[in-house]
């Protein structure tokens, strides 16, 4: 996804999902894949997509105004990912609560999927989307839908993770695909929310 969040700011729609499955994964007790993720936190560096939004602007005095915009823009982006690392915590707080209502069963067959390298991302989704579903039922009734929804996917990958660490980058990826796909304008609401 190219797409900008209109708030202003130059993290891309995908990155912010990152930063919120990261974060999440980050905020999670776990030690079995902090190896895994520390790997994976040198990849999702936010330079990368700040100088997507570089602009070098010649003045009328013959100087470039390019410094300053990039300095506003990391900026401004720093400020975000603040805003997406708290919403992340908090999300991890309401996982905590919910991690017990997760069948070792259902982990062990989404961990076999995702072992299985003949699957497509799209049935890798798939099998995401329907271990979120078989838990939904389980989730509090006053937790609005997309939150659980939210929080069991990002729940889910933590298992896997925490099952078999070098799962990591694959139920990272599917996850944040998933998000994207089915979640997106809900955790760019969040994030508008939380300023």
């Known amino acids: 996804m190219d797409c900008e969040v209109s708030n202003g700011s130059g993290l891309k729609d995908a990155h912010i999902t990152d930063l919120l499955v990261f974060g999440f994964l980050q905020s999670c007790c776990s030690n079995s894949f902090q190896t895994e993720l520390q790997a994976l936190g040198c990849e999702l560096s936010v330079q990368d997509h700040l100088w997507e939004d ?12 390019s410094r ?79 939150k659980a929804t939210l929080v069991l996917t990002m729940l889910l990958a933590k298992k896997v993770a925490d099952h078999t660490p070098s799962l990591l980058r694959d139920v990272f990826r599917t996850t944040v695909n998933f998000i994207n796909q089915n979640l997106l304008t809900y955790v760019r609401n969040l994030a508008r929310n939380m300023d």
């Open 54 to 65: 570089y602009e070098d602007e010649l003045q009328t005095d013959g100087s470039r105004a």
């Open 68 to 146: 300053f915009h990039v300095q506003r823009i990391e900026a401004d982006s720093e400020s975000e990912e603040d805003l997406i690392q708290t919403l992340a915590r908090q999300l991890a707080q309401i996982g905590d609560s919910m991690e017990r209502s997760i069948p070792p069963r259902l982990v062990d067959h989404l961990v076999m999927q995702f072992m299985n390298r003949n699957l497509l991302e799209e049935d890798r989704r798939g099998h995401l989307a329907t271990a979120v579903e078989q838990l939904m039922q389980t989730c509090p009734a006053d937790l609005e839908q997309e």
